[in-house]
């Protein structure tokens, strides 16, 4: 991340054009903001620049627009930002040209501005280097701190970093890069993996790369059966990728070489049909009846798997580990986020992903977690090993 941080910055009077990642969940009939979780998030490093006398110029992507959609407006953002700083949030119509550089021209210090959704304009995910300039024009420091866009080679992102002498990260993106880097750099051990969701293919670099660090892999979610399949064992209707088969069996022989523990679960809740109390069963690893779908790990298996965690000193979590949205396939998933929960203070524990952060939520463990990370794209990219262009574009 280079060798200065914000805290190193002297930005009284000075501009600072601060990415953020505002792009909140609201409700899809009334458009009213549901979790405002990623702008609670910024405030630390708002408050910081703040009390420093800077005049800080916030700008963001919300959602996908195809061209300017009043529903996808930051506006309710500003306001709502407004309410956490307890003090009033200026807002721009525009992210460039005439209304932004007058909103800006008008901010004293101390001030802060919000300006209008970067994908707006298709320059911000073009990387385009003149909508880069104009956006660069607003400030005179550059702080990155939307780590949940790190991944993206975007124009706020990645472009507009070449404008500035002093570029930093922000007190959010550097506390993710240095949690995730211990993971990938330096863990603790023993070093338990958890890794769960619905497909091999999403996850295969990710497995790679932590058999390499981790000292044990826990497999959860419908990408188990895919690991079944290539054992030669049942999966009924499970949800499998058959072209990833010859994948998960380099990955079990992988693990095996490397003397590394890479565990499948070994009994399941099966039913026919995913629904709110659906008809279950429990059923051996190797006994997936016809017509049944693997939707949860079994209690062995929670069993099993609680007691590598409760050994660990790092834990990493990315993915759910069964339907955990529908009861009863939810059982496993809130059984791990508690043996996870129950490692605080004698283990580093991250978790990263946008369903296993809703499942350590819904578990209400939220609060022994020792770092829940914003970005679910960025923290998966960022444990394969690649180099975010987010991050690069501050080196």
Not at 311 to 323: E, F, Q, T
Request: hydrophobic letters at 45%; charged letters at 25%; proline letters at 5%.
């Amino acid at each position: 991340m280079g060798t200065k941080r914000i805290e190193d910055l002297a930005v009284a009077g000075k501009r600072v054009l601060c990415r953020v990642d505002f792009n909140v969940s609201t409700n899809k009939k009334t458009g009213e903001i549901e979790d405002d979780t990623r702008v609670v998030a910024a405030l630390p490093t708002i408050n910081l620049l703040t009390s420093k006398g800077a005049r800080v110029i916030l700008c963001s992507h919300f959602g996908r627009p195809e061209k300017r959609d009043p529903k996808l407006s930051l506006k309710p953002v500003a306001e709502r930002l407004a309410t956490h700083l307890k003090k009033p949030v200026a807002f721009a119509t525009d992210c460039i040209g005439a209304p932004a550089e007058s909103a800006v021209a008008a901010m004293k210090d101390g001030d802060v501005l919000l300006l209008e959704n970067l994908r707006y304009h298709p320059g911000e995910e073009a990387n385009d280097p003149q909508f880069a300039a104009q956006l660069a024009k607003l400030g005179d420091i550059y702080v990155n701190d939307a780590f949940g866009a790190a991944h993206r080679a975007h124009a706020s992102v990645a472009a507009v970093a070449e404008h500035f002498k002093e570029k930093v990260a922000g007190l959010l993106l550097q506390k993710e890069v240095d949690y995730l880097g211990r993971a990938l750099s330096h863990p603790d051990h023993p070093f338990v993996v958890i890794l769960g969701g619905a497909k091999v293919s999403d996850k295969i670099q990710v497995i790679t790369k932590m058999l390499e660090v981790a000292d044990t892999v826990l497999i959860g979610g419908a990408m188990a059966y895919t690991f079944l399949l290539a054992q030669g064992k049942p999966v009924g209707k499970s949800l499998v990728e058959p072209d990833h088969v010859a994948t998960a069996k380099e990955i079990l022989a992988k693990a095996k070489s490397m003397n590394k523990l890479l565990l499948i679960p070994i009994d399941h809740v099966v039913a026919a049909e995913i629904k709110e109390n659906a008809p279950n069963e429990v059923v051996a690893w190797d006994k997936i009846p016809d017509g049944k779908l693997g939707l949860d790990i079994g209690p062995e298996t929670i069993k099993r798997y609680a007691e590598e965690i409760s050994k660990a000193r790092m834990i990493v979590w990315n993915g759910p580990l069964g339907v955990f949205e529908v009861a009863p396939f939810n059982a496993g998933t809130f059984a791990i986020a508690n043996a996870v929960a129950d490692r605080a203070g004698h283990a580093i524990s991250i978790v990263g992903g946008g369903e296993s952060v809703k499942a350590v939520k819904k578990a209400r463990v939220a609060d022994r977690i020792t770092h829940i990370s914003t970005g679910g794209g960025a923290s998966l990219e960022f444990l394969e090993g690649k180099v975010l262009p987010g991050v690069k574009a501050l080196q």
